[in-house]
């Protein structure tokens, strides 16, 4: 894997680069920052070589991802300050511990947790029942869940509102890539686009939609039991300093009307 050191751009390309991508003038960035417009300028031009401090606050006042301010410090020639560890080192326990407790918890409904890509870090046991009759090269690790919900050989052909759930996850990750600017979401939202729309081997059935889908996009998905109706939610680590745990997001799933609550508590393992 090619490292962020040889991966190093000049400070003021990506400066301006970010800067251009949250919309912000170097007026506006200057503001934000309090600092000067001709000192963003310099900067940007290559004219200024900005301390330690300074390319972390402008970096803050960016809110650029923390894997992105690493890179943003190497191009100043500074050495990176946040930390990335893989999930299971010994530094990261409560960390872990803290997503451990939360999956567990939310037994008897789903959640999961996902890195930046989407790759599937841990789940709770509710998430088999949701996974029969997926593939099995999809359920080999590394498991990316939009490719697993969206594919024709994963879950697709189960989710009722396939054509509204697709578009949800697809603006998901656009926003997702506005904001990171990450190359790898860039080629998952090809691909993913590339899927079908439409489930074209079952002829749609009547759904009862919840009140709730007039706020919030749900997953309806068939069981063996019966339609489920999920509604999601994402919860993120306040304050990270590491490069893992900042990337590393819960997808906790909820009923949305009492038949759904019904039929995942009977679904529950013992």
């Known amino acids: 894997m090619t490292s962020l050191a040889t ?5 003021g390309d990506l400066l301006r680069e970010w800067r251009q991508r949250r919309h912000l003038s170097q007026l506006a960035l200057a503001l ?9 300028s310099f900067v940007e031009s290559g004219r200024s070589r900005p301390t330690r401090e300074m390319v972390l606050h ?10 992105e301010r690493n890179r943003l410090l190497l191009s100043a020639g500074y050495a990176p300050v946040f930390p990335e560890r893989p999930l299971h080192d010994p530094a990261l326990h409560a960390a872990r511990r803290a997503v451990d407790l939360v999956l567990e918890g939310h037994e008897p409904y789903p959640a999961l947790a996902v890195d930046r890509h989407w790759t599937l870090q841990a789940a709770n046991r509710a998430i088999a029942p949701l996974l029969a009759g997926a593939d099995a090269s999809l359920l080999q690790a590394p ?3 939009l490719r697993l919900s969206l594919h024709p050989d994963g879950l697709a052909p189960r989710i009722v509102n396939l054509a509204e759930w697709r578009a949800h996850l697809l603006a ?9 600017g990450d190359p790898m979401l860039v080629a998952l939202l090809a691909e993913l686009s590339g899927y079908p729309a439409h489930n074209a081997h079952r002829a749609a ?4 939609v919840p009140d709730e889908a007039s706020v919030v996009v749900p997953l309806q998905l068939t069981s063996d039991a019966g339609i ?12 990270p300093v590491d490069v893992t745990v900042s990337e590393l997001a819960l997808e906790c799933f909820y009923p949305a009307d009492d038949a759904t609550a019904e039929l995942l508590l009977g679904m529950a393992p013992a």
């Open 7 to 11: 991966q190093t751009r000049p400070l």
């Open 32 to 40: 934000r920052a309090n600092v000067s417009q001709r000192h963003v």
């Open 172 to 180: 998901r990750l656009r926003h997702q890539i506005d904001s990171s």
């Open 228 to 239: 489920l109706s999920l509604i999601s939610t994402t919860t993120v680590f306040g304050t």
């Open 58 to 67: 402008l970096a803050e006042h960016l809110d650029m991802p923390l894997r």
């Open 143 to 145: 498991v990316n869940v």
């Open 205 to 208: 059935a009547p759904v009862v």
